[in-house]
């Protein structure tokens, strides 16, 4: 996968990035080693390592780039299915910065010559203070890995039959090229930080998008643990209420029957008042453990109010979402991008398509049916068949400007 570097050819290397910095540096031959799975590093066990594999020339400049991902695992050895030949793609990459040795070949992410490879590939920071290329380049200057130079050949001067002439128009003809060079090469760079700032926040998004949705997923399931909670809690309430009532209407009962039994059951009241304050004591203790379970369940519900109106966790997603540091924004046909206040993300991820109404000022199937039209501008009109007309017809862009049954008809359908 990686070869040796050759002292005619020019050299190879890999350097392992942490954050915008050169965090360890090896040469090819050393990388392979890690591949054969001959050593390990158990400082990276574990972990999902952005390297670049750098391509220099002779003189040590800078001529592909390849930054590619590489996955080791728990005994900080690298990933034996990994197989992503970067020499090859370093061979086919595109124009990239220009590090000194003029205009670099470069692979990357958003720069992959083969698509099946750009999952495995990653995208290099351009902004100032946190730039890839530069910390790369300071890394080769220093030239830890001690590579030997080769200064290139110096090219003999030839005496001119007329110098000034031929200095004056090379002069000319160099300026005019430079100028052209320059500005191509400015002109791919700027692209390059564009394409690769547009993968970041896609990225970033995705991620927020992610972990908002875990912790949404997250309070849902505490939620829905605390209503079981409170409900077992309800049942067994209701439960002991009802041998309450019960055991009320026994000693009611006893009551009547001591009343009516005259001299007969004379000889029974003191096993009659004994048992009495039996279930005095039983209806005693069963009336505090009711109150018990009141304070339980007003407990439970003031949790539950609390965890419905809390202030989310400080630097957490909806925190910044709360704070406005950070913004949740939609798009729907109609409405365009919508910036979703914090208040209203349940409503809206509860039903998207009623926010999106709600926010043209018109009712869901309104809305739907004008975006219907909208996806596909065809005639409605169906025959004594069954079958719509399908004829194309122009599509009414705003959704408070559509006539159901006039916009969706062609000109033939609408008398």
Known sequence: ?????????????????????????????????????????????????????????????????????????????????????????????????????????????????????????????????????????????????????????QEENIPLLNPEAEESAGAEGGAASTDRSRLAQLIREQRLRIKTLQSVHRDSLSDIQREHRLEMQGLRTEMATLEQKYERQRLSNDQLKKRLSERNEQYLTMQEQMASGGEDKERDEANASAELVLLREQLERRQRELELRDDKIVALEQENHDLRHREPAENSILDHLKRQSVFLVAYHPGVGHITLPYDDIETYFNNPTAYAADRCGMNEPAYREWLEHYENPVCKHEGKDGKACGEPILRVSQPAEFRPGIDDRCEKHQA
């Not at 972990?47 to 780039?65: C, K, N, Y």
């Not at 990239?96 to 692979?107: F, N």
Request: glycine letters at 10%.
């Open 1 to 153: 996968m990686v070869s040796a570097d050759q002292a005619t050819d020019g050299y190879s290397a890999v350097f392992f990035m942490d954050g915008g910095q050169v965090a360890r540096e090896m040469r090819a031959s050393e990388f392979g080693a890690f591949l054969d799975g001959y050593v390990g590093l158990s400082d990276l066990a574990e972990t999902d390592v952005r390297a670049v594999l750098v391509e220099l020339s002779g003189d040590l400049l800078v001529q592909a780039l390849v930054f590619f991902r590489i996955w080791f695992d728990e005994e900080g050895r690298a990933d034996s299915h990994w197989n992503v030949p970067i020499e090859e793609l370093a061979r086919r990459g595109a124009k990239g910065p220009d590090m000194g040795g003029g205009a670099i070949r470069l692979v990357c992410r958003s720069q992959c010559p083969d698509p099946k490879y750009k999952e495995d590939l990653w995208d290099p920071d351009m902004t100032p203070g946190n730039n890839h290329f530069q910390s790369i380049r300071k890394a080769i200057e220093a030239n830890s890995l001690k590579f030997r130079k080769i200064e290139p050949v």
